[in-house]
């Protein structure tokens, strides 16, 4: 199946007008997975969002500290419960990891049911109740695939109008028929958490009686490019690290002519220098059957550094500089693939003198600015 992306949007609106929301959503990617919180601070308001922020961030923390799923929600619950009823901070929480071939996990604590939205159609997610922590909590578990996704809320949403337009609120069930009503009528599934939202405040009215919070997650196929940059700092290594590289799914770009040397005989295929680059700044660009695009190595990954904020329309047409960035700025994923081979020229003063950055230290940098823009990147040194 390979990589799956998951897109994730909210509607998100506070009980008051103007006021600050009791409910925080939170979300990170790793190599492995992509991992969604949704939090529900006790009231509403600035309280409630501090509450909530902090529950988020702890789970978070945790989660990047390299706790399990389980042990992370496993902490938080017991914080929950020691918390309840007194005046420190409460909140309730769900907490969703979907991992990069669609197996996904949801976990909730005092949280309404998740809607699941298949190719068609919509239904409400089983799940299973256990004691975690003297508290009762919910597990889902199901394998999601492109197109699917699921939709999340805080109570907000299911009470919405209660006691006033809906005598019990908005039940899941009735959410769940919404849903599907909207599917029938032409909804696009991408559009469904706004639909949802609205409707949730429509049915409250004027005044709104809680935060309302809707969360969307849907997968698609996600698109990988992989860069190998750099011999590997053994060369008996280069047939097992090539290998390794042509295995990976996705876009393959060789940065780099003695990278691109190895490659080309591993293949046993010809490296073949682009005679119609035009540019009289970027270094020329090469080709190797079966592979994407080949360039040259440290400068034209510092050239694609210091343009990638750059607004495209200044770009030279015919350049390896040009090529790279369209490869990469439409990627969800960017595996790095860098050999720690020693290279001789990157100590050699014109190097220093022009400002190129050594290929380890540029990498690290393009990954950064990579990752602010929303990408997830990993690096791995050979």
């Given at each position: 199946?390979?990589?799956?992306?998951?897109?994730?949007?909210?509607?998100?609106?506070?009980?008051?007008?103007?006021?600050?929301?009791?409910?925080?959503?939170?979300?990170?990617?790793?190599?492995?997975?992509?991992?969604?919180?949704?939090?529900?601070?006790?009231?509403?308001?600035?309280?409630?969002?501090?509450?909530?922020?902090?529950?988020?961030?702890?789970?978070?923390?945790?989660?990047?500290?390299?706790?399990?799923?389980?042990?992370?929600?496993?902490?938080?619950?017991?914080?929950?419960?020691?918390?309840?009823?007194?005046?420190?901070?409460?909140?309730?929480?769900?907490?969703?990891?979907?991992?990069?071939?669609?197996?996904?996990?949801?976990?909730?604590?005092?949280?309404?049911?998740?809607?699941?939205?298949?190719?068609?159609?919509?239904?409400?997610?089983?799940?299973?109740?256990?004691?975690?922590?003297?508290?009762?909590?919910?597990?889902?578990?199901?394998?999601?695939?492109?197109?699917?996704?699921?939709?999340?809320?805080?109570?907000?949403?299911?009470?919405?109008?209660?006691?006033?337009?809906?005598?019990?609120?908005?039940?899941?069930?009735?959410?769940?028929?919404?849903?599907?009503?909207?599917?029938?009528?032409?909804?696009?599934?991408?559009?469904?958490?706004?639909?949802?939202?609205?409707?949730?405040?429509?049915?409250?009215?004027?005044?709104?009686?809680?935060?309302?919070?809707?969360?969307?997650?849907?997968?698609?196929?996600?698109?990988?490019?992989?860069?190998?940059?750099?011999?590997?700092?053994?060369?008996?290594?280069?047939?097992?690290?090539?290998?390794?590289?042509?295995?990976?799914?996705?876009?393959?770009?060789?940065?780099?002519?003695?990278?691109?040397?190895?490659?080309?005989?591993?293949?046993?295929?010809?490296?073949?220098?682009?005679?119609?680059?035009?540019?009289?700044?970027?270094?020329?660009?090469?080709?190797?059957?079966?592979?994407?695009?080949?360039?040259?190595?440290?400068?034209?990954?510092?050239?694609?550094y210091n343009i990638l904020d750059?607004?495209?329309?200044?770009?030279?047409?015919?350049?390896?500089?040009?090529?790279?960035?369209?490869?990469?700025?439409?990627?969800?994923?960017?595996?790095?693939?860098?050999?720690?081979?020693?290279?001789?020229?990157?100590?050699?003063?014109?190097?220093?003198?022009?400002?190129?950055?050594?290929?380890?230290?540029?990498v690290e940098l393009l990954a950064?600015?990579?990752?602010?823009?929303?990408?997830?990147?990993?690096?791995?040194?050979?």
């Amino acid at each position: 199946m390979g990589y799956i992306h998951v897109e994730i949007d909210i509607a998100q609106t506070p009980k008051k007008t103007g006021g600050i929301c009791g409910d925080s959503v939170s979300s990170f990617r790793t190599p492995e997975a992509t991992v969604i919180l949704l939090v529900d601070g006790v009231g509403s308001g600035i309280k409630a969002n501090i509450y909530a922020n902090m529950a988020c961030s702890r789970l978070e923390k945790l989660l990047e500290s390299g706790f399990s799923l389980r042990r992370a929600f496993s902490s938080l619950v017991k914080t929950m419960h020691e918390s309840r009823g007194s005046d420190m901070p409460y909140a309730v929480f769900s907490v969703v990891r979907i991992l990069n071939n669609g197996e996904a996990t949801i976990l909730a604590y005092e949280m309404p049911e998740a809607i699941f939205i298949g190719r068609h159609s919509a239904a409400i997610l089983p799940r299973r109740n256990f004691t975690l922590e003297r508290e009762v909590i919910s597990e889902s578990n199901l394998f999601l695939e492109p197109g699917e996704g699921l939709l999340l809320f805080s109570d907000g949403i299911t009470l919405a109008g209660i006691g006033g337009k809906t005598r019990l609120g908005w039940n899941i069930n009735e959410i769940c028929r919404f849903v599907n009503d909207s599917l029938v009528a032409g909804e696009k599934k991408k559009k469904l958490y706004q639909r949802i939202h609205q409707q949730a405040r429509e049915l409250w009215g004027t005044p709104c009686g809680d935060d309302c919070t809707v969360l969307s997650a849907f997968c698609r196929q996600g698109k990988v490019v992989n860069i190998f940059t750099g011999p590997p700092s053994q060369s008996g290594d280069d047939r097992k690290v090539i290998e390794s590289f042509l295995a990976l799914p996705g876009t393959r770009i060789v940065a780099g002519a003695t990278t691109a040397q190895i490659v080309a005989k591993h293949l046993g295929r010809e490296l073949k220098i682009n005679t119609a680059d035009t540019s009289m700044i970027a270094p020329p660009g090469y080709s190797i059957e079966g592979i994407d695009l080949v360039t040259e190595g440290a400068v034209t990954l510092n050239q694609l550094y210091n343009i990638l904020d750059a607004d495209p329309i200044y770009f030279e047409p015919d350049s390896s500089v040009t090529r790279f960035y369209d490869a990469i700025i439409d990627a969800d994923r960017i595996n790095f693939i860098v050999g720690a081979a020693k290279n001789a020229g990157h100590g050699d003063i014109a190097f220093r003198q022009q400002g190129i950055i050594p290929r380890q230290k540029i990498v690290e940098l393009l990954a950064e600015k990579l990752t602010v823009e929303g990408r997830l990147i990993d690096i791995k040194i050979v």
